[in-house]
């Protein structure tokens, strides 16, 4: 496996600040049985996009801020 950080995750635990590779791993097993479960499927489907918008833009908006922080530190 490749040893880098996706923005997705730096948004996440920014937001979170759980650090824990035990979290991502409950969550892995988590989206396999919805996978293998359509009913449990569906409850997540159930989700309005209003929800999803929201976690989406916050998400982002953390990977945008930690960018901005980053570039502060660079010395031009």
């Known amino acids: 496996f490749p ?6 995750n730096v948004g996440l635990v920014a937001i979170t600040g759980v650090r824990s590779r035990h979290v991502a791993t ?3 097993v988590i989206l396999v049985l919805l996978g293998l479960l359509p009913k449990m499927a569906a ?11 929201g976690a989406g833009v916050a998400l982002f908006g953390m990977v945008a801020a930690s960018g901005v922080r980053t570039l502060a530190k660079v010395k031009f």
Request: proline share 5%; glycine share 16%.
């Open 3 to 8: 040893y880098t950080a996706f923005a997705q």
């Open 26 to 28: 409950v969550a892995g």
């Open 43 to 53: 409850v997540v489907e159930g989700i309005p996009l209003a929800v999803l918008g």
